[in-house]
């Protein structure tokens, strides 16, 4: 394999069809296919339609694709880039995966139906050569393999793409034990020149990297929340910009992720990390459990932790008050803590600002990034090798404007190690023998490797140049009160 041209996107859902768009937005020819529909739409039977026309056969796929052109924010680049995709079943068109180079399963979330398409529509239909990959968001790559026959297996492995595929930088990709590593490099290049994607190498671990710190970080939200007696709104006032992380912070963003979508993670997470020091954390928290049976699924269903209504022709924002089950105005909540860090621009800077301020913002604050941390710190080596594709793994998937070990350095591990021995709480015990994660020195970047001990470059792709190095190592050649050359 030395290109690829042409893609089968296996799975017409929001995020295959999104796909689809982005790989024709990196002018892919990609194929399109899902399922059969087994009854007919009111529309169809108007129109005279059977379940043997085509245009019903491709109903779900052709569905897909019309709504990826009308979706905000817009999956393709120009509209006219969905003429590159073409739309298909999995009962008639699976034989055309034959003249694509890689093929992209991102069917539902269930592993025995991804190992039953895998093995019954793909393997016989493969070009000899061809990449296989799933997007799953945390299932088992070496369990997924073993419904492909033994001589394609080394060309599969996960490709996780996030939500929405074109805007989210992230790309986590998981090989499994008989993954050729040539597959991998191959891959990893492909999608980091050709698509865009930050990679980021995981582990075959439940929820791999992302979502593992990500939906624990959430969860402990919630638990703090209902600890300190705080209200959903209060908790994303604190866990957003102001602590060096999204404006959608906690709630928001399951909203965008889909409040069912993180129930599943957590239950996929509970019941497969039996080992996990934290893994009650994980279990499915009953104000989630309750969201989800009511259809308060976020974004989806217009309805999650915040409600977007029209009133007298203005948008008006509710939160949801877990106490009562309704929704409440928004209070737009203020700590003397969050208004004196918006004044900060450096997000290092902010985050000390509010950990260090002992107001109720300041002391949830703390609570949540100290045991995200720690329970971060101790994933290594179990779900990554290096603090390097953690850190990029939550800035490119979770949009946090520094990574965890990041955050340590930010705060100074010493006085983090202090503060939490302080509070009684038990850390890794390699925290204490590290002064910072990463150092700049003669013009090179170095992360420390808590595996081996000591430190390694952190090596930059070809091709781009890291503008904290240059800042560090440089001067300023010409300044305008908007601008900054580093030289």
């Given amino acids: 394999m030395n290109r690829i041209d042409k893609v089968a996107v296996l799975g017409a859902g929001v995020m295959g069809a999104s796909i689809a768009a982005h790989l ?41 694709l019309r709504d990826a052109i009308k979706s905000k924010p817009a999956a393709f680049y120009l509209a006219d880039y969905s003429t590159l995709v073409e739309t298909g079943n999995f009962d008639d068109d699976m034989a055309k995966i034959g003249d694509c180079d890689w093929v992209l399963e991102v069917v539902v979330e269930n592993i025995d139906i991804k190992k039953k398409l895998l093995a019954e529509k793909v393997a016989p239909n493969l070009k000899e050569g061809a990449v296989i990959s799933s997007n799953t968001s945390g299932l088992s790559v070496n369990e997924m393999v073993k419904a492909l026959p033994d001589d394609v297996r080394r060309k599969f492995l996960a490709t996780h793409f996030f939500n929405p595929p074109r805007y989210m930088r992230l790309l986590e990709i998981v090989p499994c034990d008989q993954t050729d590593p040539a597959t991998v490099e191959f891959m990893s290049g492909f999608l980091s020149e050709r698509v865009g994607k930050g990679i980021v190498y995981a582990k075959d671990t ?27 709104e209060q908790v994303d006032t604190i866990a957003g910009v102001a602590t060096a992380r999204p404006k959608s912070a906690a709630f928001r963003t399951s909203d965008l992720v889909g409040v069912d979508t993180i129930a599943m993670v957590c239950e996929n997470s509970y019941n497969t990390l039996v080992d996990d020091e934290e893994r009650e954390i994980f279990k499915v928290p009953d104000i989630i459990k309750k969201m989800v ?6 974004e989806k269903t217009g309805k999650g932790f915040y409600r977007k209504e029209k009133v007298d022709g203005k948008s008006v924002i509710s939160y949801y008050d877990y106490n009562t089950g309704e929704y409440k105005p928004s209070e737009k909540p203020k700590f003397a803590s969050i208004q004196g860090a918006k004044m900060v621009d450096d997000p290092q800077a902010r985050l000390r600002a509010v950990i260090t301020s002992d107001d109720k913002a300041g002391v949830f604050a703390w609570k949540n990034i100290r045991d995200t941390l720690i329970y971060t710190a101790r994933r290594i080596p179990e779900i990554a090798d290096d603090v390097v594709n953690i850190d990029n793994a939550m800035k490119w998937g979770y949009n946090w404007e520094i990574g965890p070990f990041e955050m340590l350095d930010a705060l100074g591990v010493p006085y983090f190690v202090k503060r939490a021995t302080e509070d009684g709480v038990k850390i890794p015990e390699f925290l204490r023998n590290v002064e910072t994660f990463y150092k ?7 992360y420390y490797d808590v595996v081996e001990g000591g430190y390694k470059d952190v090596r930059a792709p070809q091709g781009q140049v890291g503008l904290e190095i240059i800042k560090r190592s440089g001067g300023v050649a ?9 030289i």
Wanted: net charge positive; proline share 3%; aromatic share 6%.
């Fill in 24 to 64: 024709a937005n990196a002018g892919l020819k990609v194929i399109l296919l899902d399922i059969v529909p087994d009854t007919l739409t009111e529309d169809e039977s108007n129109r005279g339609l059977a379940l043997s026309d085509t245009v019903v056969r491709n109903r779900y796929a052709a569905k897909g």
């Fill in 206 to 232: 439940p929820n791999f990297i992302a979502n593992r710190i990500g939906v624990y970080s959430i969860s402990n939200c919630i638990r703090h929340m209902l600890d300190m007696g705080l209200t959903v």
């Fill in 293 to 298: 049976k009511e259809g308060l699924l976020g």
């Fill in 440 to 446: 700049i020195e003669n013009g090179k970047k170095y």
């Fill in 478 to 486: 010409e300044k305008t009160p908007v601008a900054l050359l580093w």
